[in-house]
């Protein structure tokens, strides 16, 4: 007989190998810091979730694997949570629609009507409306993972990452975050271009 374990919390075993790979040395923002950021955002705003459950489980496993040298680490963590979920009796369908969140970040786009997808992701973006001082000590620790990279190189590519989401009608999608934040976050992003733009890329 198969015991359907769908509905449990995630048990602590599991979160026990989460929480070690989000304490990898090479990690600065994406850390445990930032899953229970996002953990306490979606507890604050539980009453946008449609199945909470889902968006829980993809919050653990969205930067599970985590390595800014590599292009696939949403398909890697999808992947890990697949393999996680199985074992731990999920049904099929409720650990691919984890792997449909997870999958969601690669791009920080969903379907249309996907609103609770849309929820994560904004989730996901919370800190571009964050007060100051964090705002500044996130974007400290993504350079820090990006240490790897030249100056002017990482000037450019942060610059254009920045500009996408400038760029857009609307960051977030979700009309209660998005009345709250979006105003803040935007003057962060366009703060934060113009210190990328001083000096001048060489």
């Given amino acids: 007989m198969t015991i359907d374990t769908s509905n449990r919390p995630l048990p602590p ?10 304490a990898e ?9 930032h899953i229970d950021a996002l953990l306490r955002w979606l507890n604050v705003h539980a009453e946008l979730a449609i199945d909470r459950r889902s968006i829980e489980a993809a919050i653990w496993f969205h930067d599970a694997i985590y390595d800014t040298r590599r292009n696939d680490n949403e398909l890697q963590s999808a992947a890990l949570a697949r ?3 199985r074992a731990e009796g999920w049904k099929p369908e409720d650990i691919e ?11 920080h786009n969903a379907d249309h ?32 993972e990006f240490n790897w990279v030249p100056e002017a ?3 450019r590519g942060r610059s254009a990452v920045l500009a996408s989401f400038q760029a857009r ?10 009345s709250v934040w979006e105003a803040r976050a935007r003057a962060n992003l ?5 210190a990328l733009q001083d000096p001048p890329f060489a």
Avoid: C, G
Avoid at 13 to 22: C, D, N, P, W
Avoid at 169 to 178: Q, V
């Fill in 13 to 22: 075993a599991m979160l026990t190998r989460l929480r070690a790979r989000y």
């Fill in 25 to 33: 040395p090479h990690r600065h923002y994406h850390a445990q810091a």
């Fill in 83 to 85: 393999s996680e979920l």
């Fill in 97 to 107: 629609r984890v792997a449909v969140l997870v999958l969601a970040t690669q791009h």
């Fill in 113 to 144: 009507d996907d609103h609770d997808a849309w929820l994560f992701l904004d989730l996901d973006l919370s800190v571009l409306a964050a007060e100051l001082a964090i705002y500044d000590r996130y974007s400290q620790n993504i350079r820090a």
């Fill in 153 to 155: 190189d990482y000037r």
């Fill in 169 to 178: 009608e609307n960051i977030y999608r979700t009309p209660a975050l998005k």
């Fill in 190 to 194: 366009a703060r934060e271009l113009a």
